[in-house]
């Protein structure tokens, strides 16, 4: 059975052959493993039988990076964002961001100018290749972004930025807004240049250690609308969505299945995420990918490990909908003896007895063409033509001649604009990208 189908069969609610599989290693924590028998040259999925590869493209303003000044603990260099950064020279820790580029909306006002879609953002060849390489070994290919609170900690100091939501959540939303359109335009562009992706990776730290960061009221006025529209846009496009959401976001859970989740991640033990308790409260609506203790990994007494994954696997893989991962990412302190154990515990309780076929994996329907007459717009037009709107004889004798016709994003043709516009709708606007309509403030 490939990767694909063990994680379709699995986020159908259904029992593959085994416990899908897919983890989060430090780069210091490989790094570790080479020096104790990693092969150097070995891909660490292709080594632990990892089933998922990951692709994506740059939704930063793309400012450049520059090193200010390096020593032998830290390296302090300016962000693709906009802002500074201190760091560890080998990158065990998360960094600090010791200055931030929006401090105003004035601020953000110039940074959104820089966060247009752009064929430059995907690195073709590169991404093409290994794209083309996961394909064919059968992985479940997912197309990789973030944006909400998490990103938005690059951008505003932590600090401003959850009074800020209290304070002016309008402001929050359209800069959440922004970059979730951003994301899905950029996903279209790939699925109809060269890419296909089974499902969608969001990335969006939202907890703390004993509850969420923010309340769910705040999460309905700043996140609802862009995970709607964003878990909506994917499920049109027969891709499954991922949220990757560290801590403890219990108290949304409830608002992301509405939202149209499907799989939550990681699971993060020592925050109080207990796979048992969720699979049971929500396993009939939610997937979930994660819960596995990393702090047990290294424990010298192995037998902690192995209670940990027997018991947890026992009632997470039942029907499917679980996924193997660490509760957050392998940090170095595990050692590639260490791992090499956990994966013998995951593969030898991951089996399930009676797998599914993948033929029992729903078939994806195929979109029909409508005929011309009743053909819908599409929403971003990649690769097609806009069609011409045709306008009533007596309509035609009034109006002006027609401007010369310009050129879009990625050199479609816009067709011709009578000079006289209509008037928009009182009290809407169209967003950034013009999929979406938004109050006007």
Request: positive net charge.
């Amino acid at each position: 059975m490939t990767g694909r189908e063990r994680v379709l069969l699995s986020l159908n609610h259904k029992e593959p052959d085994r416990v899908p599989m897919q983890d989060s290693p430090w780069a210091a924590t490989i790094k570790r493993w080479k020096s104790e028998g990693f092969p150097d040259d070995e891909d660490i999925n292709d080594y632990f039988d990892w089933d998922f590869a990951f692709f994506g493209a740059d939704r930063t303003p793309r400012f450049p990076v520059k090193t200010i000044e390096k020593n032998d603990r830290f390296i302090i260099q300016t962000t693709p964002q906009g802002g500074v950064m201190k760091n560890f020279r080998d990158y065990t820790s998360t960094p600090e961001i010791i200055d931030y580029p929006i401090k105003t909306k004035d601020d953000w006002k110039e940074i959104k100018k820089r966060l247009n879609p752009d064929f430059t953002r995907v690195d073709w060849v590169s991404a093409l290749y290994h794209f083309n390489e996961a394909k064919e070994k059968g992985k479940f290919i997912c197309y990789s972004g973030g944006y909400g609170y998490d990103i938005l900690q690059g951008y505003v100091k932590s600090e401003q930025l959850l009074i800020t939501m209290i304070e002016d959540p309008e402001w929050i939303k359209e800069m959440i807004m922004t970059l979730a359109e951003l994301n899905l335009i950029m996903l279209e562009f790939m699925m109809k240049n060269g890419f296909s992706f089974d499902g969608a990776f969001f990335y969006n730290d939202m907890g703390y250690r004993n509850a969420s960061l923010f309340s769910p009221d705040t999460y309905l006025k700043t996140h609802y609308q862009a995970d709607k529209m964003a878990y909506g846009f994917c499920h049109s496009r027969n891709l499954k969505v991922f949220l990757h959401s560290c801590g403890n976001v219990k108290q949304l859970i409830p608002m992301l299945i509405d939202a149209g989740l499907d799989c939550l991640q990681p699971l993060e033990v020592k925050a109080g995420m207990d796979i048992i308790e969720l699979k049971e409260k929500y396993g009939d609506r939610l997937s979930f990918m994660g819960g596995i203790d990393t702090r047990l990994m290294s424990d010298a007494d192995k037998t902690k490990i192995e209670e940990e994954i027997k018991t947890k696997f026992e009632i997470a893989k039942k029907n499917g909908g679980y996924i193997y991962h660490s509760d957050h990412s392998i940090p170095h302190i595990v050692s590639f003896k260490d791992y090499c154990l956990v994966m013998e515990l995951v593969k030898k309780y991951g089996v399930y007895e009676h797998p599914e076929p993948a033929s029992a994996i729903p078939a994806v329907e195929e979109k029909k063409e409508q005929p011309p007459a009743e053909r819908k717009k599409k929403k971003f037009g990649f690769g097609r033509k806009k069609e011409e709107k045709t306008e009533k004889p007596q309509q035609q004798a009034q109006e002006k001649p027609a401007e010369p016709k310009k050129k879009g994003f990625f050199g479609r043709k816009e067709k011709a604009v009578p000079e006289t516009k209509p008037e928009p709708k009182t009290g809407e606007k169209k967003s950034m990208f013009g999929f979406l309509k938004g109050k006007k403030k």
